[in-house]
C-alpha cells in the first residue's frame, strides 16, 4: 500500500511543530539546554569541525581498503 506524500509530509510537519513548541514556551525560549553563550558555540563548532574531519578520514580510508580489496580480485 502505498502512503501519500502530501499527508505524510504534512504530518511531518504538525510533529516538528508540535514538539518544537515547549522548546519556544519555556523560560523566555532558552530552549532544553540553557542559556548558551560565546563559549558553548565555540566548543560546538570545534566539535563540528572534529566530527566532519574524522567522518571524511574514516569514510575515505574505508574507500581505500575497499577499492583494494576489489583489485586483488
Do not use: C, W
Not at 20 to 32: H, I, N, V
Amino acid at each position: 500500500m502505498r502512503i501519500r506524500p502530501l499527508p505524510t509530509a504534512l504530518a511531518a510537519l504538525l510533529l516538528s511543530l508540535a514538539l518544537a513548541a515547549p522548546a519556544l514556551a519555556a523560560k523566555g525560549g532558552e530552549g532544553t539546554y540553557g542559556k548558551t553563550d560565546d563559549k558553548v558555540i565555540t566548543n560546538f563548532g570545534f566539535g563540528l569541525m572534529i566530527l566532519f574531519t574524522t567522518l571524511v578520514i574514516s569514510l575515505s580510508v574505508a574507500q581505500h581498503l575497499l577499492e583494494k580489496r576489489k583489485q586483488r580480485k
